[in-house]
């Protein structure tokens, strides 16, 4: 009889064991978040900086994995595997996002694999030529484009980068074309540019700051929507004519598809909190980005309509390995 007692009171206390187990709020350990590029780029600087405040919201530190390989799909595709508890999410960017995986044929991920935390910052991209171009201007440039077809050399990041994207969307806004060269990443492109190698360059504005600064470059527009707050005297695109013209670098947190919306809710929550903290505001704008938060529905929109644009430029066949 007291052995019968004895072992349901141990069932007892073994079930109230797991019910507090099952019940630790979440995150109870560190959580690795996969940046599908190298330290150090643009993509890794801006989670850093955003998790390094989410961390003190959740009080669990996050633990930067650099998955580094095929245009980001290395890492997106290791997000998408992984098990949907949290504890391994996704820093994404509309470009290796949608764009990359239209490079190499059938892309091996889609927006259904992925449920999304949160918007993180929007990254301007910028137009600039050396300082002694010929083109002192954004109308010069333009009109020498439209009557000299293919005579105006453009570089960019990389294929399928929003650098690319950008320069497809704008030659076809001119009604002309550009003799369009791929660099491996901003710097190469940058070098030949300030060699006179190139006529211009479409580039993101973090690594392009300092040459603008510096007085070695000159910015003709920028592509957002609003201006650059790091260069409130240029012009965006909209404003030459060029209507609804908006390509932005847009970089965000996913979580793999089927995470409970209990993990995600706390996650959206730390994302958006740290993004009104004005030192991480602050941080982001001196980098050239925007905090911009968002739903997380508004950024799972934002992320299917560029993954829906990817797929129309790919089948038009100008999204493609040069």
Do not use: W
Request: glycine share 8%.
């Amino acid at each position: 009889m007291q052995a019968r007692k004895f072992v349901r009171l141990s069932l007892f206390a073994l079930a109230g064991f797991a019910a507090c187990a099952a019940a630790d709020p979440y995150p109870s350990r560190p959580v690795t978040v996969i940046v599908p590029f190298a330290a150090g780029g643009n993509l890794d600087v801006t989670a850093r900086i955003v998790l390094s405040e989410m961390s003190k919201a959740l009080g669990q530190s996050f633990v930067v994995d650099n998955r580094v390989g095929a245009g980001g799909l290395i890492g997106h595709e290791a997000a998408a595997r992984a098990k949907p508890d949290g504890y391994t999410i996704v820093a994404t960017a509309n470009g290796s996002f949608a764009y990359t995986p239209r490079m190499i044929g059938k892309p091996s991920f889609t927006p259904k694999d992925f449920a999304s935390i949160g918007m993180m910052a929007v990254t301007p991209l910028v137009l600039e030529v050396p300082v002694n171009s010929r083109f002192k201007s954004f109308q010069e440039l333009a009109a020498f484009a439209k009557a000299n077809p293919g005579k105006v050399s453009i570089g960019h990041a990389g294929v399928g980068t929003t650098n690319h994207v950008a320069i497809i969307q704008l030659q076809a806004a001119l009604g002309t074309t550009f003799t369009i060269v791929p660099y491996k990443g901003s710097a190469p492109a940058i070098t030949d540019l300030l060699g006179s190698q190139l006529d211009a360059v479409i580039d993101q504005l973090p690594s392009s700051l300092p040459n603008l600064r510096a007085g070695k470059l000159r910015a003709l527009a920028v592509t957002s929507k609003m201006r650059a707050p790091d260069l409130p005297q240029v012009s965006t695109l909209q404003e030459h004519g060029l209507k609804n013209f908006e390509v932005v670098t847009v970089s965000g947190l996913m979580a793999p598809a089927k995470t409970p919306p209990e993990i995600l809710q706390p996650l959206h929550d730390a994302l958006n909190r740290a993004l009104a903290d004005p030192a991480v505001k602050q941080r982001l704008q001196d980098l050239g980005s925007i905090a911009s938060p968002a739903t997380a529905k508004e950024f799972d929109t934002l992320m299917r309509d560029e993954d829906a644009r990817a797929d129309m430029l790919a089948k038009q066949g100008l999204l493609k390995a040069e």
